[in-house]
């Protein structure tokens, strides 16, 4: 029995020697299949980069050459929009293939010749352009155009060699990792076969573990496959709210707009009180929709920032021009402060930041009944504060921490009495973050509250030399 025992242990040790050996065995050729997998994909998304960029450069310069070829033939300056418009956009689509090839040094240096060469090709066409402007004899615009198709011809025969090396690469890749792809076919079935045959031989008492184990597995496929539907099912229904969009905030705001213009006719008292609730209702949907618009598109991953250059103090001005009414209609008092300090120019989404300054003034007006609201901006450094200030109900220490999560207000009875989805600081907070920034609240129950903004926004290149701006 001893002996048995003994034997039985040094077969159990064996076999999970073994078997570890053919586990790491697996393991190592899968990854290193994945691995060279990964990156074919890479390469093949770097090679689709680099041939969609580089016909979109070939494309300007088609449209910049027809363009001063057309103008130098017809004399018409309507030839010369295409070829400005491609002038301006060149640029960019050429920097944008040196970034696709910025991995392959080959490529890049390739890449350069071609870019002196587009240089060379442009000077030539902005030549022959001015020739024809200053009504050159017909011999000079011959020349320039015969200089014109000669520094086009280099660019294709320079862009040609680099484009055939891609393809090549490409081809090596794909020759590589589909003899890896073999190999790794051949070695599974093989050492699985081996693991079997171990099995047999060794674990027969381990059966009924094995069919537990087969069981689970099937559950947890199951569980997989369900949790993937579920996610699928998600994703298409975000994609399906975020593409509607434009179709339900397009007919809602022609009824604002109608039942605006209806109110501002001559109407008796009952009419006019039902244009003035059919304006506010439609109003209030169209809130509640564009927050659940632009939540459901967070959500989704599809909300794209758009950087441009605006100034801080326009922004806050049109904040005011657009809630005045608002506050008037309560009574409330309406300050705007800005720093001298801040920028006259900044760089950065304007269109969210107003979005975002907006949103917590509609809530400083819809929570404050009595005194107003003082709106200001200051620099911090290298970041920017947009602050809201109002005398309103104030918010427990113990909602702030929690108030900026999704479907959450002060307490049910807030929805209740002002309305709303308790979705706008939550999509407040989404776009701050978006925008690298930071949000919060300093208040006090029955004692107002104070929201903030910390942006890191780009300062432009302008004097900075202004006085504050006072609203009130």
Known sequence: MSNTRFSTEQQLFAGFAFLFLVTGTIYLSAYLTIADIVKLEKFLDLTYQYRAHTLDVISLLKDSENGARGYVLTGKTSYLKPYNEALNKLPAA??????????????QAAVAAIRRAIDAEQISLKKLVQLRADNAAAPEIEDALDKQKEDMDRIR??????????LNKLEQYLSRSSSKTLFARGLFPTLGLAVLALFIVVFRQLVANLKSQKLLLEREQQLK???DEALEGSRLKSEFVTNMSHEIRTPLSGILGMSELLSLKELDSEGQEIATHLHESTRHLLVIVNDLLDFSKLEAGKMVLELQEFSPRELMQEVVNITTNDASRKSLFMNVVVDPAVAEKLIGDKIRIKQVVLNLVYNAIKFTANGGITISVKAEGDRTRFQVMDTGIGIAPAVQEKLFQPFVQADGSTTRVYGGTGLGLSICKSLVSLMDGSMGVQSKLGDGATFWVSLPLTHSTVSQDKPALAHG
Not at 94 to 107: A, F, Y
Request: aromatic residues 4%.
């Open 94 to 107: 050429i920097d944008k293939i040196d970034i696709s090839v910025k991995r392959e040094p080959e490529q």
């Open 225 to 227: 496959t369900a949790r």
């Open 157 to 166: 025969e320079l862009y040609d060699p680099v484009d055939i090396a891609s």
